[in-house]
């Protein structure tokens, strides 16, 4: 999967990326999380500060909704793995 040219948020192919999105991505990495603790966490009303939505624009990260007993649930996606690899190397 690869990242769109530009999300929403503005982000674009070889923009640096927020050292504040890859704490998100460590925090989801340990385990998913349910949607409203996501959002409790990371979502921010200042127009500068798009953490969430620039996870969501890279593909970093996915919601999905498993069933209609399940509360909807936060994962890290495959090419936000290879994002913290990649940041974690020399």
Do not use: K
């Not at 050292?19 to 989801?28: G, H, N, T, Y």
């Not at 200042?46 to 999905?64: F, H, K």
Request: hydrophobic content about 40%; aromatic content about 8%; overall charge negative.
């Amino acid at each position: 999967m690869s990242s769109p040219a530009q999300g929403l948020s503005g982000v674009a192919p070889g923009e640096p990326i927020n050292p504040l999105v890859f704490d998100l991505l460590e925090w989801l990495a340990v385990r998913a999380r349910p949607y409203s603790e996501a959002m409790e966490v990371w979502r921010t009303s200042c127009p500068r500060l798009t953490i969430w939505e620039d996870a969501v624009d890279l593909g970093y990260v996915v919601r999905r909704h498993d069933g209609a007993a399940a509360p909807p649930t936060v994962f890290l996606t495959a090419d936000g793995r290879q994002a913290l690899e990649r940041r974690a190397r020399p």
